[in-house]
């Protein structure tokens, strides 16, 4: 197992613009989180999916967010019509039931800038 | 809510001194505590945990005791070297019944190390 990917790891777009980024969790962990960190700042938590379910969303997640994890595996995060303020490092992570969801293994993030 | 608050930086040190990076919390419940550590263009990385108070976690000579009585968790190593140059991040998350275990970061402490 290689861990957390993510992908892509960069992206520019144009403000106005949809992305689209996919995070691929260690296999067999149930638990997956998305969180976004900007620059000087800790990593704020926007959702997370226990397999395909989605439990909780933060106030931080607006309405261009949507966050899926069709059948439990992979999850995407959509942003739609971009805006400058969203220019942030976006995290996954994932954790197993076998250690008590205490430990969460992060990926390399994926880089977004909007110009 | 919960919150962490840690020892703003930069911090920077010869080679072989001895680090403390000050961490404290607010939490509501129960929290366990942890220190990540974000290399130079890599993803998080767990460094040590500590689940219960008085617990003392522990990796690559680094130590941090969870201290209820001061809601404190800071982060110590005896002898600093150059690989441990990143940024470190003190986080909990809740971890009582029915708990999302989703993680509160502090802002992050940059630390230089020269040789």
Not at chain 1, 25 to 32: M, V
Not at chain 2, 55 to 84: C, I, M, P, W
Request: net charge neutral; glycine share 10%.
């Amino acid at each position: 197992d290689t861990g957390v990917s993510q992908d892509p790891r960069h992206k520019i777009t144009k403000r106005g613009q949809n992305v689209t980024f996919r995070c691929d969790p260690i296999s067999e962990h149930n638990r997956l989180y998305w969180y976004r960190q900007t620059l000087g700042q800790g990593p704020e938590f926007l959702t997370y999916f226990q397999n395909e379910a989605q439990l909780e969303k933060s106030r931080l997640l607006s309405d261009r967010f949507s966050a899926e994890r069709p059948k439990g595996s992979f999850s995407t995060l959509e942003i739609q019509r971009t805006e400058q303020g969203d220019s942030a490092m976006y995290l996954c992570a994932s954790s197993s039931y076998q250690t008590g969801y205490t430990e969460a293994f992060f990926g390399q993030g994926t880089r977004l800038t909007v110009v | 809510g919960n919150s962490v608050t840690q020892m703003e930086g930069p911090v920077t040190l010869s080679e072989e001194a001895f680090l403390t990076i000050n961490c404290t919390y607010t939490a509501t419940g129960y929290p366990s505590l942890f220190w990540y550590v974000q290399y130079p263009g890599e993803g998080l990385q767990l460094l040590l945990k500590a689940t219960k108070a008085d617990d003392k976690g522990s990796n690559k000579g680094f130590e941090a005791t969870y201290r209820k009585e001061t809601t404190s968790f800071h982060l110590e190593k005896g002898s600093v070297q150059v690989s441990d140059s990143a940024v470190y991040f003190c986080a909990l998350s809740e971890t009582s019944g029915g708990s999302n275990y989703k993680l509160t970061f502090g802002k992050g402490t940059l630390l230089t190390v020269n040789p």
